[in-house]
């Protein structure tokens, strides 16, 4: 157990609506880092967050969101979904800032668009 | 020049076999290789990582081989096992705030 919680596991929406995932962090961790898996492209980096502000930002769609709260955990907010956009969404943790570090990946939400 | 290159996409070895994984990369501004080990319905964990001032780093039966030259790196397991079947993926990033790029990943099965 990384001790990284995602929810859902598993979430089945229509094209056209808007989910959020949800991600709570390794107690103490600060920063977090939203990925997108797919089998075509691999693992992507789309945002990080440390202590609540917006540190770096990767393959991010704008129909894409993300937020860190006070209490460090975060949200991903996925809008206007696409058939496109199913794929595996993990969140990770670390203590530091930056990304050569040991970060701790949650068990994932698993996204299907039909 | 951001981009990890990753191969084999899959490979099979007996029990006992030593499988290697190899990545490649064009940026000369990475310094952190770390691999991550995927079982199927669990997120990436950080399985070993090296910096270029080392050629080799090895923790329990993995080893990373480095090539700075070559701008290559490899992933070797010894003595490999049924448990380690699972998908390794290489990554690179650099000090400071860039994010890991990470390679396509190796499928492993490892047969008894």
């Known amino acids: 157990d990384s001790g990284v919680t995602q929810t859902p596991k598993h979430l089945i929406t229509a094209t056209g609506q808007r989910v959020t995932l949800r991600c709570s962090p390794r107690?103490?961790?600060?920063?977090v880092y939203w990925y997108q898996q797919s089998l075509d492209q691999g693992l992507q980096f789309l945002i990080q967050?440390?202590?609540?502000?917006?540190?770096a930002k990767g393959n991010i769609l704008e129909r894409f969101s993300a937020q860190q709260f006070p209490d460090l955990h975060s949200e991903l907010n996925l809008s206007s979904l696409e058939l496109g956009d199913s794929a595996l969404y993990f969140c990770a943790s670390s203590a530091k800032q930056g990304f050569a570090t040991e970060a701790f990946f949650g068990q994932g939400t698993r996204l299907t668009v039909v | 020049q951001q981009q990890v290159k990753q191969s084999p996409q899959s490979l099979i070895v007996q029990k006992g076999g030593i499988p290697i994984i190899n990545c490649a990369y064009e940026n000369t501004a990475f310094d952190y290789f770390p691999w991550y080990q995927q079982f199927p319905g669990k997120g990436p964990a950080l399985l070993i990582a090296i910096r270029p001032d080392v050629s080799e780093k090895k923790e329990g039966r993995f080893t990373i081989s480095f090539n700075k030259s070559a701008k290559q790196f490899s992933l070797h397991i010894m003595d490999s096992q049924p448990g380690d079947s699972a998908t390794y993926f290489c990554?690179?990033?650099?000090?400071?705030?860039?994010?890991?790029?990470f390679g396509k990943g190796t499928r492993l099965s490892v047969i008894a």
């Open positions: 107690s103490g961790d600060l920063s």
């Open positions: 967050y440390y202590n609540g502000e917006e540190r």
């Open positions: 990554a690179a990033s650099m000090t400071g705030n860039t994010p890991l790029v």
